[in-house]
């Protein structure tokens, strides 16, 4: 089993920063990835951003690329999402993800809202 605690969101306003930070637990030696979700209102989740455990590889969806930075501490076994520029159309909950190979994992969620 892996915990995932999530931290770091709330009410900003646009153009704005934020950082969100995932802090896995438990059988986190099968890390694989680690990545961040989203689901707006009204939509569908959606991968956002996922950085490789091992490697430095890192995938962003076209809709993250450029504002925000996916980024991890192996040793505290945690993945931060740094987004800059903040709009309102950034608003969702942001779900953090722990793939571990054979079994993937979700955090609670956090709820990021964007005021214009």
């Known amino acids: 089993q892996v915990q995932l605690e999530e931290s770091g969101g709330g009410l900003v306003q646009a153009g704005g920063s934020l950082r969100l930070s995932c802090a896995a637990s438990?059988?986190?030696?099968?890390?694989?990835?680690m990545g961040w979700f989203r689901q707006a209102p009204g939509k569908e989740r959606e991968l956002g951003a996922r950085?490789?455990?091992?490697?430095?590889?890192?995938y962003y969806a076209d809709s993250m690329k450029g504002r925000f930075t996916i980024s991890r501490d192996n040793a505290q076994n945690t993945v931060y999402l740094q987004i800059n520029s903040l709009t309102p159309e950034d608003t969702a909950v942001y779900y953090c993800?722990?793939?571990?190979?054979?079994?993937?994992?979700w955090g609670q969620g956090t709820q990021v809202t964007v005021s214009s």
């Open positions: 950085i490789s455990w091992t490697y430095t590889t890192t």
């Open positions: 438990g059988r986190t030696f099968s890390t694989y990835s």
């Open positions: 993800h722990h793939n571990g190979g054979t079994q993937t994992y």
